[in-house]
Nanobody, 123 residues
Framework: QVQLVESGGGLVQPGGSLRLSCAASGSIFSINAMGWYRQAPGKEREFVAR???????NYGDSVKGRFTISRDNARNTVYLQMNSLKPEDTAVYYC?????????????????WGQGTQVTVSS
């Protein structure tokens, strides 16, 4: 079993900053990558950022240059630093982890999702 706990969402004014965190725990054998997706009401889920265990990063075009993803491999935690926030960034942000778990006694590679954290950018 792999569990993800997100934190850091909230209300922020346009141009402000916010930092999201996502910590993975459970029967983790290895983590291949961690990332963030978001979904606004009436829209499809959108890729935001991804980082591999080796540190390679990838960003969605809409957030490139404003958001920075980082990780602490020792703590199985991924962070998303969001700067210069815009109203269109308003969405529920979901942590995503590509991991290999051992539960019970069998290695299995799967994607896991956090519960989502609301980010609202409004004046």
């Amino acid at each position: 079993q792999v569990q993800l706990v997100e934190s850091g969402g909230g209300l922020v004014q346009p141009g402000g900053s916010l930092r999201l965190s996502c910590a993975a725990s459970g029967s983790i054998f290895s983590i291949n990558a961690m990332g963030w997706y978001r979904q606004a009401p009436g829209k499809e889920r959108e890729f935001v950022a991804r980082i591999t265990s080796g540190g390679s990063t990838n960003y969605g075009d809409s957030v490139k240059g404003r958001f920075t993803i980082s990780r602490d491999n020792a703590r199985n935690t991924v962070y998303l630093q969001m700067n210069s926030l815009k109203p269109e960034d308003t969405a529920v942000y979901y942590c995503n982890v590509d991991a290999v778990s051992i539960s019970p006694g069998v290695r299995r590679r799967s994607e896991y999702w956090g519960q989502g954290t609301q980010v609202t950018v409004s004046s």
